[in-house]
Nanobody, 122 residues
Framework: VQLQASGGGLVQAGGSLRLSCAAS????????MGWFRQAPGKEREFVGA????????YYADSVKGRFTISREKTKNTLYLQMNSLKPEDTAVYYC????????????????WGQGTQVTVSS
């Protein structure tokens, strides 16, 4: 599975962005997908994830109520709608996928996109 993330950019605090992640290659079969982020000097951290069926969506506490994950299976695309952005949301955002159960740790995922930079100015 190849993943291509896009949609990052520079936004003021309180603004919104929508990230997309397009999956290609071995996209048959059921795979869970997730978003992670990594700020400079920090470890990659979980943002949120969604199951193949979309029946379960879960988020990190830091983004709950502000970010929304969705996926469009017909287009093999994952989205991350980010609202009420804060300067502490500044990071490189990565999408990830797995044919196993997708969890909240990086080790739960087998495929990663290249990352897209999100910068939130105060």
């Amino acid at each position: 599975v190849q993943l291509q993330a896009s949609g990052g950019g520079l936004v003021q605090a309180g603004g919104s962005l929508r990230l997309s992640c397009a999956a290609s290659g071995r996209t048959f079969g059921h795979f869970d997908m997730g978003w992670f982020r990594q700020a400079p000097g920090k470890e990659r951290e979980f943002v949120g994830a969604i199951t193949w069926s979309g029946d379960k969506v879960y988020y990190a506490d830091s983004v709950k109520g502000r970010f929304t994950i969705s996926r469009e299976k017909t287009k093999n695309t994952l989205y991350l709608q980010m609202n009420s952005l804060k300067p502490e949301d500044t990071a490189v955002y990565y999408c990830a996928a797995t044919f196993r159960y997708g969890g909240t740790t990086t080790s739960s995922y087998d495929y990663w996109g290249q990352g897209t930079q999100v910068t939130v100015s105060s």
